[in-house]
C-alpha cells in the first residue's frame, strides 16, 4: 500500500495519486503534528480513544440492524478512522504503521484459509486448530487465551465456554446446563449479603448463557432482541396512555402491556 507524502495535500479530495486510504492516513498525519496539528488529537492516547473504538463497533452494529445502508457506510468510515488513529499513534512510537496492521491481516487471512490459498483440493479444514496453533506459536498456553476483556459480558462469556467445550470440559447436553440454573437461583436466593448476592447472580447468569450455547443461540443477540422488543412494547403503553401513564395502577399497566403486544401482532 502507498503511503501519501508530505507533498499531497491531504485535505484536497482531488490530490494527484491519492488513494481513499493514503488521504486518510494523510489526515491522521497532519491532525497528530505536535506542532501544526489539533491539540484535541494530539493529546489522545490509546487508552483514550479505545472507548470511541468501541463504540464506534456497535455503532455500525445498530445500522446493520437497521438496514440503513447509508449509515452503514459513514459509521464504517468512523470505525476506519479508529484503525488508522490507533495505527498513526503505534508509528509515532515506534511499534508498526497501517500498512503493517494491514499486512498482518492479510497474512492471516491467507494463512486461515489454506483451502483457498494453500491446496484448494482441501475440501475442509480446522479454522480453531488454526488459530490455536497461531496462539501456541504467540506463546500462549491457555484455550481461555485471546478472549478479550473489552468484550460485552454475555458474548465474552458464551465465548470461554465455547473454549473450554473445545477441551471437552462441558455438559453432555443441554439438560445440565438447565439443573444448574435451577442450582444457582436457590443459590442467589439464599445470598446473605451484597458481596454473595452479586456473585450468584454472576453464577446464575453464567449458567442462562451455558443453556442457551447449548441450544445454538447467541447469548448476545438474543438478549439484544429481547431489549429492543421491551423497549418497543413500553414505548407502545406510553404512546396508548399518554401522560398519564406513570399514575396508573400496576393492573392497569399490565392491560396496556397486553394491548402493546397485541397490536405488535397485527403490524
Known amino acids: 500500500m502507498a503511503i501519501e507524502t ?14 481513499p486510504l493514503d488521504r486518510l492516513v494523510a489526515i491522521m498525519a497532519r491532525l497528530r503534528d505536535p506542532e501544526a496539528g489539533c491539540p484535541w488529537d494530539v493529546a489522545q492516547t490509546f487508552a483514550t480513544i479505545a472507548p470511541y473504538t468501541i463504540e464506534e463497533a456497535y455503532e455500525v452494529s445498530d445500522a446493520i440492524e437497521r438496514d440503513d445502508m447509508a449509515a452503514l457506510k459513514d459509521e464504517l468510515g468512523d470505525l476506519l478512522l479508529q484503525v488508522v488513529f490507533h495505527s498513526r499513534m503505534a508509528e509515532e512510537a515506534g511499534h508498526f504503521s497501517v500498512a503493517d496492521v494491514i499486512g ?43 478472549v478479550a476483556l473489552a468484550l460485552p459480558a454475555l458474548m465474552r462469556a458464551q465465548k470461554l465456554q465455547k473454549r473450554a467445550a473445545r477441551t471437552g470440559f462441558d455438559w453432555p447436553d443441554v439438560m445440565g446446563a438447565v439443573e444448574k440454573i435451577g442450582e444457582e437461583i436457590e443459590e ?18 453464567f449458567a442462562a448463557v451455558n443453556m442457551v450455547r447449548h441450544m445454538g443461540v447467541s447469548a448476545e443477540d438474543a438478549l439484544r432482541a429481547a431489549n429492543a422488543k421491551f423497549e418497543r412494547r413500553f414505548r407502545g403503553m406510553e404512546a396508548i396512555a399518554g401522560d ?24
Open 6 to 19: 508530505a507533498a499531497t495535500d491531504p485535505s484536497n479530495p482531488s490530490s494527484a495519486h491519492a488513494v
Open 104 to 146: 498482518a491481516i492479510s497474512d492471516k487471512m491467507v494463512r486461515r484459509h489454506p483451502h483457498i490459498f494453500a491446496d484448494q483440493s482441501v475440501e475442509s479444514w480446522d479454522w480453531e486448530a488454526i488459530k490455536a496453533e497461531e496462539r501456541s506459536d504467540g506463546g500462549s498456553s491457555s484455550a481461555m487465551d485471546g
Open 188 to 205: 442467589l436466593l439464599e445470598a446473605e449479603n451484597e458481596a454473595e448476592r452479586v456473585d450468584e447472580a454472576g453464577d446464575l447468569l
Open 244 to 267: 398519564s401513564f406513570a399514575a396508573l395502577s400496576l393492573d392497569d399497566k399490565e392491560l396496556l402491556w397486553q394491548r402493546a403486544k397485541r397490536g405488535e401482532g397485527s403490524l
